[in-house]
């Protein structure tokens, strides 16, 4: 016959092991399909920015929070104008309490959770009343943070304002060409397609 304390012991032992072991196997669930630890950021260390083959005016946007390749490419007497802007929204992710306080991983420094980022970025560049083109990236950065380290949400923001600003950079580069035909030859209309 078990007394008291016995029962009380053997309770809670099995609340340790439903709770202790079926957690720890969503969290490592979760962890698999969450994103990366920098999703979306750039995986390689990027060339330094080189300037486009043309210059032009920022018109809207600030001049210290700008891609920079367009930063690079700025004049005050140019004919071409540039456009930019960004906006971040801000996510979350947190174990509950109660299942991370309960799993042993939790205190050798698994995540109990993450901050996310997603900035969305678009550049127009125009001459005169004519569009030129128009550019639109969007990236989600998250970092995940234990009992031990933790990210703070302006890391995170710094992160993913430079992966889109980088995006916008490559997309430039990819169509310099075409910028370029367009900036010499402004009576042709060759814009690009928005949301490119």
Known sequence: MMIKGE???AAVLAATVVFGCGPQQATVASQMTRTPEVAGAPRMVEPPARPLPFQGRLVEGDPGEIPPAVAISLSSTAPVTFSYREELTHDEYHIPLIVSALDPVTYVGAPLGDFGVTAFASLSISEGGRIIADYTAKVHVS??????????????????????????????????DRLTRAVANPDKSSAAPAGR
């Open 143 to 176: 970092k995940s943070y234990s009992l031990y380290s933790e990210p703070t949400h302006r890391e995170v923001e710094q992160a993913a304002r430079a992966a889109v600003r980088d995006r916008i950079d490559q997309k430039l580069y990819r169509d310099a």
């Open 7 to 9: 029962i009380a012991i």
